[in-house]
Each structure stands twice: as C-alpha cells, then as structure tokens.
C-alpha cells in the first residue's frame, strides 16, 4: 500500500496554533483528508482537500497541500482543550481506496 | 440517522473462538469497509466491499472473512481468533468514489 506518515505526538498551548504535518508517496491522490479520534470514538471527518488545490480554509482549520512535495499540513488556530486528541492524515487513490496515516496525538496544555 | 453502527463495543475471547463483529450503516452507501486501529499503526484495512455481493481484501485479510449480503450490512468474522487479533475495529462506509468515509464508533476485542 501507499505510505502515509505523520510523527506521534505535540502539545501545544491553549490559544497557540498547532499545526500537523503529513507526508504520502502516492503522486495519484485525489482527495486528502484529514480526521479527528476523541478517545473511545470512531473518526470524525474534519476537512478535505482535492488534490488540483493548494490550500483550503475551514473557521479555524487551514488546509495546505504542496503537491510537488507531497506534503499536506493542518493548522489549528487559536488552539482549544477540546482540539485535543489524536488527528489522522488520508489520502485516496485512484483506485478508490484509503490510506490512514498513524495518527498524531496533540495535547493542548491549558 | 443512525449513520454506521457497530455492534459490540467491546469483547472478551478466549484464543480459538469464533465470533462476529457486526456493522450496519442506513446511508444506503455502496462502499463499506473493515479497519483495524493499533497503537503507532494506524488504521489498516482489512476487507472491503464496493457493493452488495462485491468483496475483496484489503491489506491484512488473514485471519478474517467478510459477506455482504445486503446493502446495510457488513459483519467481520473472526473464524479462531488469536492473540494477535487484539485491537480496536472500525467499520467505514462511503456513498461514493469522491466522498470520505464515515466511520462506526468502534469495537474494541481483546483475546486472551
């Protein structure tokens, strides 16, 4: 399968930006997206990005793709408690299927 | 709108018994599929299906078999669960080639 990598961890403090970093190997993306986990929750869809866009804007999520690096980032403005928990970075291939980064755990430090 | 449900939310097994982790979802999505989550892993595809009667494997199938007999539903099947098996599953569904998945809220198994 294609790889999707994120590091495991960041904290950040309240009213700072976060911002998470993804890198993927499959230059045939098409969409990549990105989700929430609270803990003992499923993965809730925060935002997406089709893969001709450089950047999309959310309230306080920023979505920027740089394609030719194959680079996708998350920033998180004015960062709250409830923004902590683990974030996961997918991409979709042509062939219709996901690819899950390993998640990347950020605690916001009141 | 119940979305996708899992069902249990978590299970005790004993190496070498068999079970069935249930999934339905009420979109009336075509694509549904099975994850499993570990700690510094993250999600990794286990089966999936494109429709009713359409399955194929994903990246780690051993050990699991899948049917999708209906649209609505899903179920895993663990045939003679192992240690190894321990983990957290999540079934996803999605309507369409350009949508994201939707996920269930998980099963949690642990064998023993």
């Known amino acids: 399968g294609e790889d999707v990598e994120q590091s495991l961890f960041l904290s950040v403090r309240e009213g700072d930006s976060s911002v998470i970093n993804c890198t993927y190997t499959d230059s045939s993306s098409t969409y990549l997206y990105w989700y929430k986990q609270e803990p003992g929750a499923g993965l809730q869809l925060l935002t997406y990005i089709f893969s001709n866009m450089d950047m999309k804007q959310d309230q306080r999520l920023t979505v920027l793709l740089n394609k030719k690096d194959k680079h996708l980032s998350l920033r998180i403005a004015d960062t709250q408690t409830g923004d902590s928990a683990i974030y996961f970075c997918?991409?979709?291939?042509?062939?219709?299927?996901?690819?899950f980064g390993t998640g990347t755990s950020l605690t916001v430090i009141p | 709108n119940a979305g996708v449900t899992q069902t249990p939310k978590f299970q005790v097994l004993k190496t070498g018994q068999s079970m069935t982790l249930q999934c339905a979802q009420d979109m009336n999505h075509e694509y549904m599929s099975w994850y499993r989550q570990d700690p510094g892993m993250g999600l990794r595809l286990i089966h999936y299906s494109v429709g009713a009667g359409i399955t194929d494997q994903g990246e780690v199938p051993n050990g699991y078999n899948v049917s999708r007999s209906t649209t609505e539903d899903f179920p895993l099947r663990l045939l003679s669960a192992a240690p190894s098996q321990t983990s957290v599953y999540f079934c996803a569904s999605s309507p369409g080639t350009s949508s994201p998945l939707h996920f269930g809220n998980g099963t949690r198994l642990t064998v023993t």
């Open positions: 997918a991409e979709k291939d042509t062939g219709n299927q996901f690819y």
